[in-house]
């Protein structure tokens, strides 16, 4: 079964550094979803991406949060001058026409 | 304000019965709604799904009940087994003018032999 793949499954960084998360959604899939989840917390909606541009963002999806679709096959979410309160999981999901998105496993993010 | 929550945050549960977890949704709105499977390490799993103009579907195992009227969704396992074992949530999407899930905090089951 297709699945939505994502990289590294872990990432430490230091305060203030920018990190790159990376995913690579089912290949036919057209709307592609970045989610994060604190420790002991609800899952949360961060942004939304279709047809190369957002569709539709939160307010934690701030100026120092990107995403980007460079080559048709990965989508990658980049903060760029991480916090201490970005230590997340990060999901990363897609879907095709209906709602049924589809969740990778994860990147576990530690800023230290 | 949007909030979906659940119930229960710890469920026990002897092999071969049967679960039910529960969620309430406060968006009178929302017209879609999921539960999903999540196992320790790993993200999100779909379970099923059910729309607004529905009060139930079933899947393999599993049975999804929403009430329209106090608000509230469940998920009933069939003869539960270890593997079901995880954290389930619930999610709602309004479905107009957005396509973002609301996420609930989650219950988990736990499924003894």
């Known amino acids: 079964e297709p699945e939505v793949t994502q990289t590294p499954s872990h990432q430490v960084t230091q305060m203030g550094q920018e990190v790159i998360l990376r995913c690579v959604p089912i290949?036919?899939?057209?709307?592609f979803y970045w989610y994060r989840q604190i420790l002991g917390q609800k899952v949360e909606f961060l942004v939304s991406?279709?047809?190369?541009?957002?569709?539709?963002k939160s307010e934690i999806f701030d100026d120092q949060f990107s995403v980007e679709r460079p080559d048709g096959s990965n989508f990658t979410l980049k903060i760029r001058s991480t916090k201490l309160e970005d230590s997340a999981m990060y999901f990363c999901?897609?879907?095709?026409?209906?709602?049924?998105?589809?969740f990778g496993s994860g990147t576990q993010l530690s800023v230290l | 304000g949007e909030s979906v929550g659940l119930h229960l945050p710890t469920l026990s549960v002897q092999e071969g019965d049967n679960s039910i977890i529960n969620c309430a949704y406060s968006?009178?709105?929302?017209?879609?709604f999921i539960w999903y499977k999540q196992e320790s390490g790993k993200g999100p799993q779909f379970i099923i799904d059910?729309?607004?103009?529905?009060d139930k579907r079933q899947g393999q195992r599993v049975t999804v009940l929403l009430n329209k009227t106090v608000k509230h969704l469940s998920l009933q396992i069939a003869a539960t087994q270890p593997g079901d074992s995880a954290v389930y949530f619930c999610?709602?999407?309004?479905?107009?003018?957005?396509?973002?899930?609301?996420f609930g905090t989650g219950t988990r089951l736990q499924v003894f032999p």
């Open positions: 999901a897609s879907r095709l026409f209906d709602e049924k998105l589809f």
């Open positions: 290949s036919n899939h057209l709307y």
């Open positions: 991406f279709y047809n190369n541009e957002i569709s539709e």
């Open positions: 968006n009178s709105a929302s017209d879609y």
């Open positions: 059910i729309r607004s103009n529905m």
């Open positions: 999610a709602e999407n309004l479905g107009y003018n957005t396509d973002k899930l609301i």
